[in-house]
């Protein structure tokens, strides 16, 4: 799945966003935010591989 969603256009930006977003909250020993920015994350992944995106053309077969 890690490759998939890599593969959908503009996610790769909004995946980076969400990591630099959680690592500032360890780096500010935030574990409320760093728990909240994870889930944030992971929610945000979930809806990415359930919203029935697709992976562009000549991708697919090498899932």
């Known amino acids: ?3 998939r969603i890599a593969m959908l256009p503009g996610r ?11 690592i500032e909250a360890i780096c500010a020993r ?3 935010a760093a728990e909240e920015a ?3 994350h992971l ?3 979930i809806e990415a591989l359930t919203s029935g995106d ?3 053309a000549g991708l697919g077969a090498a899932l």
């Open 30 to 32: 935030d574990a409320v």
């Open 43 to 45: 929610h945000s992944v």
């Open 12 to 22: 790769p930006r909004v995946s980076l966003g969400e990591h630099l977003e959680l």
């Open 1 to 3: 799945h890690q490759f």
């Open 54 to 56: 697709q992976v562009p």
């Open 38 to 40: 994870a889930r944030r």
